[in-house]
């Protein structure tokens, strides 16, 4: 993945960008990503809503009823003005809003190019500030657990899943991680509004098992909760916690937490 520069884009150039072609045959998207939005309780990290943008209008064609309690919006209102360049963005706090906006064209940019070369989608992790229900703006984690890709190879229809951070004192910047497990290797690139470069990151190597755990350890469960979950031994486990604190040079869940969301690993 080669370092890109994070440049500002503003809303009116980020529909230009993100635009595709509409494909030959009808999609419902909520059907196609019927299996993600089964599965997003067991992928979030905290409170959460969802939404599916179809990027060949643009406009959004679902959401979920948790969407009305985490923003100041109701569903109704979110189909209806979605085609508005402006709405998306103005739900983002004006001095993240066309970093965001950069970071997202540069995610839906990099599944493209790594849908045609036939590689494994990329995971994104975007964090930026939005409004809770009574337009107080927290930290929210966006991220595209799933991509409908048409015949020419464009993403047009995108899942895409908000979460609420409000509950974790870590993050303090505007911020987006992508993590590449094309070969089995997590590698970690991240770009920031102060480097304005996507740049690798020097991690540890932390295996898949090992984020399974640590999304455990964030979303609240214990030890017995997480042997239940990943069926796993309890002793188990208790190594794999082991590990990752030497690995991450923390001594408690907490400080393992704070390392966790400092990197945006999650």
């Known amino acids: 993945m080669e370092m890109q520069e994070l440049k500002p884009l503003n809303p009116q150039d980020f529909r230009k960008k993100i635009k595709t072609t509409k494909s030959q045959e009808k999609v419902d998207f909520e059907v196609f ?7 997003s309780s067991n992928f979030a990290v905290g409170p959460f809503y969802w939404f599916i943008p179809d990027n060949s209008v643009p406009n ?31 739900n983002i706090l004006e001095e993240d809003r066309q970093y965001v906006l950069a970071a997202i064209e540069i995610a839906m940019k990099t599944s493209d190019e790594y849908y045609a070369a036939q590689k494994a989608i990329p995971k994104f992790n975007i964090y930026c500030r939005m409004p809770n229900k009574y ?40 911020m987006m991680t992508i993590i590449d497990n094309d070969n089995k290797v997590n590698q970690y690139f991240s770009v920031s509004v102060e480097t304005q470069f996507l740049k690798p990151l020097k991690l540890p190597k932390i295996t898949i098992r090992e984020q399974q755990l640590i999304k455990l350890i964030v979303k609240g469960y214990n030890n017995p909760l997480i042997s239940k979950e990943l069926k796993i031994s309890i002793n188990t486990v208790q190594n794999h916690k082991r590990n990752l604190r030497e690995k991450t040079n923390t001594k408690t869940s907490a400080e393992l937490i704070a390392y966790v969301m400092q990197h945006n690993l999650v």
């Not at 107080?136 to 966006?142: D, N």
């Open 135 to 174: 337009w107080k703006f927290v930290w929210r984690l966006i991220q595209f657990p799933a991509i409908y890709f048409n015949e020419i190879g464009q993403a047009e229809g995108v899942f895409v899943m908000v979460t609420d951070l409000s509950h974790l004192p870590y993050i303090n910047k505007p």
């Open 33 to 39: 990503f019927q299996q993600q939005i089964i599965n």
């Open 60 to 90: 959004t064609v679902a959401a979920s009823a948790s969407f009305e309690l985490l923003t100041p919006h109701s569903v109704s209102e979110l189909l209806d003005k979605s085609t508005d360049p402006n709405f998306f963005s103005n």
